[in-house]
C-alpha cells in the first residue's frame, strides 16, 4: 500500500513539493555558509517526493533552534504556505484526505526542519 500511495503521491503532487525543497536547497547553496542548510533540503526532499510510510520526530537543541529561525524568516514560511494550501485543497475530497494529511506533515517540517529526524514506519 505504501508503494502505492507513494507513486500516486509523486504523479499528483509530490513531485512539486519535493521540487521545491530543491530549489530552496540549490539557493541555500550558493552561498559557503548555507551549505549545511541546503544539504538539509536536499534530503528532506526526498521526503517530500515519497512520504507514505515514513515519520518525523523532532529532536533538536540550541543550535537547531538558531538554524531553524533564518529558515523560518528565509525559505520555510514559503513552502509551508504551500503545502498547507495544497494539504487544504486536497481535504474537500474523501479520496485526497490521505494526501492531504501527508502535505500537512510536510507543511510542518517546512516550517522547523532543523532537529528533524525521518524514520521508517515499520
Sequence with gaps: MR?????????FGGFI???GWIIA???WCVTIVGIPIGMQCFK????SFF????EVDYEGGAFSFIVNIFW???SGLELAICNFIWGCILCCTIIGIPFGK???KIAKLSLA???AVVRDIS
Design 3 to 11: 508503494l502505492l500511495g507513494n507513486i500516486l503521491w509523486f504523479i
Design 17 to 19: 513539493s519535493g521540487l
Design 25 to 27: 536547497g540549490i539557493i
Design 44 to 47: 528532506l526532499s526526498m521526503l
Design 51 to 54: 512520504p507514505f510510510g515514513k
Design 72 to 74: 523560518f524568516l528565509i
Design 102 to 104: 501527508q502535505f500537512f
Design 113 to 115: 526542519p532543523f532537529g
